[in-house]
């Protein structure tokens, strides 16, 4: 059970912490805004998936997570200064498509109320 909160805390360190670090110290111009969202990280702590969802067009999108991706190596450099664990983890970064798809769903959802509302109206009044 100790294992488990150390990891969750250690967890949300670093989410505080790389999203710290990409505000502040990134200067690679392909990276727009983009927030980390999670992060996985197992509990031998030995590889953390890094999950971020970027924002603007799909171009700019890609580009930012490809100037994250390019600079893992100096965002687990600066963990390693910031953070104080005896291993520090293997980071991989990932675009997280949830809000992506939760944007689309809710789009198809409103689509659908309004045509229910077309066709109430629309069989009303005949």
Known sequence: ML???RSARIRE????EISDIIRTELKDPRIGFVTVVDVDLPENLRH???YI???GTPEEKQRTVDGVQSAAPFIRRQLGQRMKIKFLPELTIKWDHTAEHSD???????????EENKSSKTGGEE
């Open 48 to 50: 953390a998936n890094i």
């Open 104 to 114: 689309k769903i809710n789009k198809i959802i409103h689509r659908i109320h309004e």
């Open 53 to 55: 969802s970027p924002m």
């Open 3 to 5: 294992s488990y909160k």
């Open 13 to 16: 360190l670093m989410i505080e």
